[in-house]
């Protein structure tokens, strides 16, 4: 069978669950799993013969996708901040929104360090000349960067789900200790593979943390310089509004608040960060957009307290410093 004729069962088989626009996309991710051609490949390539295997993955595709299981859970794998992570059926599958709270943490500690950065050691020992060797003629000696990737900085991440904000906070600020926690094992499993992937470091711990007490996380350091999470916050009388694709195949724990307090992963941080949270400290969370003013009411007694909205206008992201 030729590829446009797999293109066409795609689009025949899928056309009253999706878009035309959403069957091309999905037609597209597809294909570069399963045959490795790129969008301006799949152009060149229509009469391409698929092999027995490769059709029988389409086959399959097909299925899963007709119960309207995620495309990201059917490959087992998602692209976020521009890298892979490996996903399943116990993490939740990231979302935009939490790349633009990435965004907010990577520059505020890049904002933070270049105010202790030392620019030029030449202006106490004296100009040194270039070394000739050094192809874009600048002497890294005379130079001392207290930039991202030294910063010694203690990150705490709650409710790590599959390990992409710890990952990517490693990947900047390689020099930084960083802890995650989550009350999945599952969840933690699929978090350790992402890291090990990505051979970065990072300590996570299996822990309750509403019912556990912050002193008990296995960690060395009771204060910490950034605390940052996406917790559950979808609030249980939300139920009926979130997609049945989403609350079918996503792990329920992860999206809804345990109780009918929407808040209450936000009151336990705000509370937590009064004594966890270092001196000029900065906590990162991604939130409810309906309960943006009360979410951030919960941290007015902090130096600085402010909430952002996301690119699409909602209120996404509260910004503290202590």
Known sequence: MKLSEIKAIFQNELSELY????????????????????????RHNRDKDISEIDLKKFSEAIS????????????????????KFFVNKHVLIPRPETEEL????????????????????????????????????????????????????????????????????????????????????????????NANFHKTEIKFIQKDYLNEVFDSIQTDN???????????????????????????????????????????FYRKIAEDSKNHLAENGMVFLEINQKLGKETLELFQNF????LLKDISGNNRMIFVRK
């Open 19 to 42: 878009s035309k626009s959403e069957i091309e996309e999905l037609f597209s991710i597809f294909c570069e799993s399963f045959l490795e051609l790129n969008k301006i490949q799949l």
């Open 222 to 264: 009771k204060v910490f310089d950034i605390i940052i999470s996406n917790p559950p916050y979808i609030g249980i009388e939300e139920n009926p509004e979130i997609e049945d694709s989403v609350k079918g195949f996503e792990p329920d724990i992860a999206l809804f608040s345990p109780t009918s307090d929407a808040l209450i």
């Open 102 to 193: 990435l965004e907010l943490a990577i520059n505020k500690i890049q904002e933070k360090s270049k105010k202790n950065q030392i620019i030029d050691v030449g202006q106490f020992e004296g100009p040194r000349e270039p070394q000739p060797d050094n192809a874009n003629g600048f002497d890294q000696a005379n130079s001392i960067t207290l930039g991202p990737s030294n910063i010694p900085l203690k990150i705490l991440d709650i409710g790590t789900g599959s390990g992409i904000i710890p990952i990517i906070l490693k990947k900047y600020f390689p020099e930084a200790q960083i802890f995650a926690i989550d009350i999945s094992k599952d969840a933690l499993d699929i978090a350790k593979k």
């Open 303 to 306: 130096s600085e307290a402010e």
């Open 64 to 83: 899963e996708l007709k119960t309207g299981k995620p495309f990201q859970q059917i490959l087992g794998e998602t692209e976020f901040y521009g890298m």
